[in-house]
């Protein structure tokens, strides 16, 4: 399916940092005139909060292969402005195991790319209550454990 702009909003989450986690995860894109939308929602065992923001992008973009949704620009949307920060190179990674995630983040845009299922990729910054759903997304997964 091709689609004028793909938006995903993702949101990580540990309960205890680090502790149980989860990712929140919510695509929609505009086709004609048609919309699409797609949540997700997981546990990913023991982890920080950090390495669950991480883990929501690169699940997405992973979701993205899977279901060949094709796009001229595809857009992040994360209430962590480090993450974001971090994943355009405005701030660097001192954490070894949060560098191979950002590794794995650009691997898999290259890989989209290469199969030429988006062109332009954005991450922007905002606010947490801009960012509901996904958010909601992470504590259902969340509530899932008790």
């Known amino acids: ?23 929140g995860i919510v695509i929609s894109g ?16 023991d982890q920080t909060n950090n390495t669950a923001e991480y883990k929501a992008v690169i ?13 001229e620009t ?4 994360l209430d962590s402005e480090l993450i974001v920060r971090q994943i355009l190179g405005k701030y660097r ?20 790319k290469d199969k030429n299922l988006l062109k332009a990729i954005n991450f922007r910054h905002v606010r947490r209550h801009e960012n509901k759903r996904a958010d909601q997304l992470v504590n259902q997964a969340l509530d899932s454990l008790k």
Do not use: C
Request: no cysteine; aromatic share 6%; net charge negative.
């Open 1 to 23: 399916m091709n689609y004028q702009e793909i938006i995903i909003n993702t949101d990580g989450g540990a309960r205890g940092n680090p502790g149980p986690a989860a990712v």
């Open 30 to 45: 505009k086709k004609e005139d048609s919309d699409y939308l797609f949540e997700h929602s997981e546990t990913i065992g």
């Open 59 to 71: 699940i997405a973009l992973q979701l993205i292969g899977k279901k060949d949704l094709t796009t």
């Open 74 to 77: 595809l857009t992040f949307i």
């Open 93 to 112: 990674v001192k954490e070894t195991h949060l560098q191979s995630l950002v590794k794995e983040v650009h691997l898999l845009i290259k890989e989209l």
